[in-house]
């Protein structure tokens, strides 16, 4: 943790011992911030993937939805956006889901139901029913400190997997090829990587952060929506006019099928929050509203009234402390 970010903690969680967090709530008061989860999960998980930050505990996830329920206006997220000029009485926030998480029905949907918090799921379509880990965990399950060995890989030749510094590009090379392919591409590195794995992973484990499958998205109560997330998450930053349009499209159409009888939000969630002009302008002329990330960029709220276009998130990590979490509601900090 950087100096900076050691400081806001501290402030923060000063604040809390003083008792004025009324102050820092008064300061959000004409802002809107769109929290962003992935994962709740209620064990633990391999520390190789509990590392990325996305895989959050269901007991600090049930302290922040009833600090959200207590001192802030919670909106499902067209409302949030909708909101026009003036102060509210309290921060509004509204809560997403980034990828669709098997547990985000099993885990996270009880606790928002029991506190009243609407949220918006936005889903990788192509991925739902999959039953796997969503690559990026996968992968790091499959990491090198699992093996050692020098294969050859669709689309990358030769490659080193193991812990040397060679290994480690490598490696990092496969996650860079990885995020630019449709799902069948994927298949054709990850399974020379599957075979090499000792060991397949803990089927428990793969239930809790496996996707979501279709035949689930209907037992969400009804205060959960679903959004776009694109087809396949590849990131739309790599790609042509045509392609991102295509994984824009092909998303929403299935959204249409898979949850019709829930109001969609007129909204694309950008994987991994990566956004170009050409992004943008292809959202745009599609008549979307986009959705990015703010983890240490500034803030990642705006103010009430402001246009719906690229807007920023914040990331609610595993790791982040329940004062800094306070501060961010607020759109203080990121």
Known sequence: MGVGRRLVDGLAEATNRLGIRSLVLWAGNRRVTIL??????????????????????????TTQMEFLANHCEVLPLTEALARTGGASARPVVA??????????????????????IPATVFLVTELLSANEPFWWDEL??????????????PRLGKVQIDRSAAGRADWSRIRRCLQGLVPADRRLILDPLRRLAADPPDASLVDLIRPLRTEELGLF??????GNHT???????????????WEIETAAEALSRLASDRQIPNVVCYPRG???PLVEAVVRRLGYTGLGLREDRGRGSFGLGAPPVNLPRIIVGAHQSHARFEWATAGIVT
């Open 274 to 276: 990566s956004v170009s």
């Open 221 to 226: 109560p009804g205060s959960v929506r679903f």
């Open 95 to 116: 809560v997403t889901f980034d990828d669709g998480y098997a547990n985000n029905l099993s885990v996270a949907s009880p606790v928002m139901e029991r506190f009243g």
């Open 36 to 61: 962003c989860y992935h994962s709740v999960v209620d064990r633990p998980v391999p520390p190789e993937v509990a590392r990325t930050g996305l895989h959050l505990d269901v007991a600090r996830f």
């Open 140 to 153: 790091k399950l499959l990491g090198p400190h699992k093996s050692s060995a020098r294969i050859e890989l």
């Open 231 to 245: 087809a396949t998450h590849r990131v739309l930053t790599d790609l042509d006019d045509a392609a991102v349009e």
